[in-house]
């Protein structure tokens, strides 16, 4: 093992690491925070948006595709739909199944895809 003399200049780097670390890295403790949905702009979203991407991903995606961007049905991206089509017709193979809290929380999502 090799020994190594301790003298005021080691003490002084010491410091000065010390002092740089707190400076750049700060002496907060880290924390673990859980990321807000984000809709296909990357932006944080509302909750209404949030819920309408809940209903999408399970009512809407299997014939709109991922983010509106189409498939079997037609593209959303860049559309305001209306409320009493989706409401009277949509799921395509469940017509009239969503609630009116339902279809506006998915006109919010669909508006939001950008």
Not at 3 to 31: D, H, N, Q, R
Not at 76 to 92: D, E
């Amino acid at each position: 093992m090799m020994m190594v003399k301790s003298g005021p200049k080691t003490v002084i780097l010491l410091m000065s690491f010390i002092i740089l670390s707190v400076a750049l890295f700060g002496c907060e403790t880290p924390t673990t925070s859980v990321s807000e949905p984000v809709a296909s702009s990357q932006t944080p979203i509302d909750s209404t948006v949030a819920r309408g991407l809940s209903i999408y991903n399970t009512q809407c995606k299997v014939c709109h595709g991922t983010n509106g961007s189409g498939g079997n049905g037609p593209r959303l991206i860049g559309k305001t739909p209306s409320a009493s089509f989706i409401q009277a017709n949509m799921p395509r193979n469940k017509p009239n199944s969503l609630s009116s809290d339902q279809v506006s929380d998915l006109v919010a999502y669909i508006t939001s895809l950008k």
